[in-house]
T-cell receptor
Framework: AQKITQTQPGMFVQEKEAVTLDCTYD???????LFWYKQPSSGEMIFLIY??????QNATEGRYSLNFQKARKSANLVISASQLGDSAMYFC????????????FGAGTTVTVRA | DSGVTQTPKHLITATGQRVTLRCSPR?????VYWYQQSLDQGLQFLIQ???????AKGNILERFSAQQFPDLHSELNLSSLELGDSALYFC?????????????FGPGTRLTVL
């Protein structure tokens, strides 16, 4: 079974608008972490934001925020005030357990920001 | 710049050949991970090393092997290469302690098997 599901293969967003990228996950481990990474066309993977399973508040990092709904097992990424440089592939990933464990990635969502 | 370095950046080789991909983790990071990104399989975890020892294994083929050396750099060896091994291979590193333990990724090695 897929551990991470990203159902939006591609999205278009107008510059300065907000966009929400969907991510649902599946785990029976009560302790887990959820990550979002950005992969621009150059190929590198850039860490954006983290949400721990025990965190009471939704994570925020600048223009990135994570809409964490634990009961629904969803961890959607919201990018506010989109910029042209936000055009990239975005991956949701999960680490099961606390510590230095592997990441399971979703299929990714391509975001294209239009001027 | 994540602080993780990978060489070479690009590698073009033929079927049946053997290649070695090299990774140097961020200073102080003891955990090294290898991931493969391909069009059909997406991003998949291959193997993890912690301070020189194998810690976890994922969907790594028997033709592939890895090791982590005393200076903490790691090498991924791919042998008897097939067309389907063409992919972007990432190395990542992280600290073991801490709450977030985010993984920092290197720029990747793009392998093309002809």
């Amino acid at each position: 079974a897929q551990k991470i599901t990203q159902t939006q293969p591609g999205m278009f967003v107008q510059e300065k608008e907000a966009v929400t990228l969907d991510c649902t996950y599946d785990t029976s481990d009560p302790s887990y972490g959820l990550f979002w990474y950005k992969q621009p066309s150059s190929g590198e993977m850039i860490f954006l934001i983290y949400q721990g399973s025990y965190d009471q508040q939704n994570a925020t990092e600048g223009r990135y925020s994570l809409n964490f709904q634990k009961a629904r097992k969803s961890a959607n990424l919201v990018i506010s005030a989109s910029q042209l440089g936000d055009s990239a592939m975005y991956f949701c990933a999960m680490r099961e357990g606390q510590g230095d464990y592997k990441l399971s990635f979703g299929a990714g969502t391509t975001v294209t920001v239009r001027a | 710049d994540s602080g993780v370095t990978q060489t070479p950046k690009h590698l073009i080789t033929a079927t049946g050949q053997r290649v070695t991909l090299r990774c140097s983790p961020r200073s102080g990071d003891l955990s090294v991970y290898w991931y493969q990104q391909s069009l059909d399989q997406g991003l998949q975890f291959l193997i993890q090393y912690y301070n020189g020892e194998e810690r976890a294994k994922g969907n790594i083929l028997e033709r592939f092997s890895a090791q982590q050396f005393p200076d903490l750099h790691s090498e991924l060896n791919l042998s008897s290469l097939e067309l389907g091994d063409s992919a972007l291979y990432f190395c990542a590193s992280s600290v073991r302690t801490g709450i977030v333990n985010e993984q920092f990724f290197g720029p990747g090695t793009r392998l093309t098997v002809l």
